[in-house]
C-alpha cells in the first residue's frame, strides 16, 4: 500500500483507466470480494436467463470502482461496486422508496442526554446494509440483473434478487424496514419528535 501511494499518489475517488490497467491484479480482488458479498448475504440467486421466459424484469449492471484512502490520506484499498441500473426497473414507480434519517435536533438530543450521564458515543458503519434489507415476496416482486461479465461465469447466468441490491431505488427503503424491526424486537421505540431516534 505504501508502495502504491508513492508510486501514484492516490486520491480519494474515481479509479482512472491506466489505474485500471496497471492495478488489475488489485481491482480484479476488490471485484470478487464485492461478488462474494451478494451471494453472503443470500442478495441473489444464481438462475439460467433461457428459462425465465423473455417477459422478465431484466437490469443491467455495471461497476464502480473507487479508490479508498485512510485518515492520513494514504491509499488504504481499491473497492468495486457492483450496481444494477435501477433506472430499467419495470416497476420502480410501485415501490416505497423513501427512507427516514434521524434529524440534527434527534442527534443533537442523543449527544445531549449522553453527556448528562457521562456515556461513551459509538459510530458504526454497516458494510453492506443495502444488501440486508427485507427479503422480497418473489410472487410480488421479481427482478433479475445482469451479473459482472468479468467473474468468470457463463453469459446466460443472471442473478434473481432475493433482496435488494445496488442500484434499486427501493433498496434504502427495504434496509430501514429490517433495521426498524429489529430495534422494535430488543425493546426499543421510536421517539414521537424523530422517528430515527430510540429509546
Sequence with gaps: ASWLTKQDKVKAGTVTPAMQQKYAKEIRAAKLEEFKSYLDNDAIRLTDRRKLGR???FL????????KVDKNGFFSKFKA???????????AWDQQTDSP???????RLVAQCAANHYWDLFHLDLKTAFLQGEHYNLSSRSVVVQLPPDIGLPPWMVGLCLRPVYGLNDAPRRWWNRLDKFLRSVGLEPTRADRC???
Design 55 to 57: 417477459d422478465v424484469n
Design 60 to 67: 443491467t449492471g455495471r461497476w464502480v470502482l473507487t479508490v
Design 81 to 91: 461496486r457492483w450496481v444494477c441500473r435501477g433506472f430499467q426497473d419495470k416497476f
Design 101 to 107: 434519517t434521524a434529524t440534527r435536533y434527534g442527534f
Design 197 to 199: 431516534t430510540y429509546v
